[in-house]
């Protein structure tokens, strides 16, 4: 019914830069919550930024000053833009949405496919 689509990614160097986006698409009533997770070989799934339909924002305290996420409501998409990139960033980062399903009260979790970032000179 929703599908979360993302692009960018690949390998930056340490000090370095990348951009990711995610277009949420289907039978979508309504997004209240829209983020990026990543996980590390070995590490748990973790919560790095997320961002609210009026777009207040948090994030992890290690990506806090360096990372920024910005939605735009219209067109259903998230972007995060990665700076001062770091070894320990590196990992598959997944868009997540909180989304409200057309015509209908039901609201549910969806996920991207996943990119990988690797932060590595």
């Known amino acids: 019914q929703v599908q979360l689509v993302e692009s960018g990614g690949g390998l930056v160097q340490p000090g370095g830069s990348l951009g990711l986006s995610c277009r949420a698409s289907?039978?979508?009533?309504?997004?209240?919550?829209m983020g990026w997770y990543r996980q590390a070989p070995g590490k748990q799934r973790e919560l790095v930024t997320i961002?609210?339909?009026?777009?207040?924002?948090n994030y992890l305290d290690s990506v806090k000053g360096r990372f920024t996420i910005s939605r735009d409501n219209g067109k259903n998409t998230v972007s995060l833009q990665m700076n001062s990139l770091k070894p320990e960033d590196t990992a598959v980062y997944y868009c997540?949405?909180?989304?409200?399903?057309?015509?209908?009260?039901?609201?549910?979790?969806?996920w991207g496919q996943g990119t990988q970032v690797t932060v590595s000179s």
């Open positions: 289907g039978s979508i009533a309504w997004i209240y919550t």
């Open positions: 997540n949405a909180d989304v409200r399903v057309a015509g209908t009260l039901k609201r549910s979790e969806y």
């Open positions: 961002i609210t339909n009026g777009g207040d924002a």
